[in-house]
């Protein structure tokens, strides 16, 4: 659920008053990732992985995927601003969540690894797929600091 979806059924700076916290990811693996977890019982990936993936972010049907939709909207108000306390880096999660923990003045238990999609052989990207992302994405990369050159 997104800041926005939250918001009407709270009472006035009730929001501002909790913490919350959010878990970002750079585009470019979390595009990935979903590529694996979405087509991993079929055969697309094998048959024609750049294409799928292409496609997801192209065919206005796909693209609109609640786990495509871009991480800004999850975490961002109307203007634009982060309204999260925390936001924690998908890839430092484990040290990141002795930043939650103390934010919370609580311990947490230690993360377990669960719903890890195996790697897809041609699951990769190309320049194409690439620049696709960095444009559906340039909010995310810009306002959670990640760099839009460091395709992998």
Same mark, same amino acid.
């Given at each position: 659920m997104s800041f926005r979806d939250v918001e009407p059924f709270l009472l006035p700076g009730q929001w501002d008053r909790m913490t919350?916290?959010?878990?970002?990811?750079?585009?470019? %693996?979390?595009?990935?990732?979903?590529?694996?977890?979405?087509?991993? =019982?079929? $055969?697309? *990936?094998? !048959? %024609?992985?750049?294409?799928? *993936?292409?496609?997801?972010?192209? %065919?206005?049907?796909? !693209? $609109?995927?609640?786990? #495509?939709?871009?991480?800004?909207?999850?975490?961002? $108000?109307?203007? =634009?601003?982060?309204?999260?306390? #925390? #936001?924690? !880096?998908?890839?430092? #999660?484990?040290?990141?969540?002795?930043r939650l923990s103390a934010a919370l003045g609580a311990p947490l238990a230690p993360l377990e690894a669960v719903n890890v999609s195996p790697e897809t052989p041609g699951a990769v990207l190309d320049a194409e797929l690439a620049e696709l992302i960095r444009t559906r994405y340039a909010r995310d990369f810009a306002l959670f600091g990640y760099d839009p050159a460091a395709a992998p």
């Open positions: 919350s916290f959010a878990v970002v990811r750079s585009p470019f %693996d979390r595009f990935l990732s979903f590529a694996r977890f979405a087509w991993r =019982g079929g $055969d697309a *990936m094998t !048959r %024609d992985p750049l294409g799928t *993936m292409k496609a997801a972010l192209t %065919d206005p049907a796909r !693209r $609109d995927h609640i786990l #495509l939709r871009p991480q800004h909207e999850f975490v961002c $108000d109307a203007e =634009g601003r982060v309204r999260t306390t #925390l #936001l924690l !880096r998908h890839e430092s #999660l484990a040290a990141e969540m002795v």
